[in-house]
């Protein structure tokens, strides 16, 4: 992917493409959600390590990609439109989770608006 270079508590589109291997082939899916790493390194710093607190949850997306695939419907659908879901699917269980780690204070944020557009502080 590449770096977000907006709102660092909102996830970009995920790259369908990277779904292929799983929708054509039976697999768990794990993903791992960070929150409070733009605080500690900022993408115009040059070098990072400001305290701060780092949320990491690692969620299980699905334990199988074809169930889950054919729960959607989408078991006979196109492999791009699997693809498309997939990414979909994990964006937004993604997203939740930041958001709940964001309203409970579990990790760093910004501060303001426009420290979350990366303040280099």
């Known amino acids: 992917g590449t770096l977000n270079k907006g709102d660092p508590l909102q996830l970009q589109t995920f790259r369908a493409g990277g779904f292929g291997m799983v929708t054509r082939n039976d697999t768990t899916v794990w993903a791992a959600a960070f929150v409070g790493n ?36 989408l078991g006979q659908a196109k492999e791009k439109d699997r693809n498309i ?14 958001d709940e780690v ?16 990366l303040s280099d502080g």
């Open 102 to 117: 964001v309203s409970e204070r579990l990790a760093s944020v910004p501060e303001s608006d426009s420290e979350s557009l």
């Open 38 to 73: 733009n605080i500690c390194w900022p993408s115009r710093a040059a070098v990072g390590g400001r305290p701060c607190r780092i949320s990491l949850k690692h969620l299980s997306v699905c334990e199988s990609s074809f169930a889950l695939l054919d729960q959607a419907g």
């Open 85 to 98: 879901y997939l990414a979909n699917y994990a964006k937004d269980l993604m997203q939740r989770h930041i």
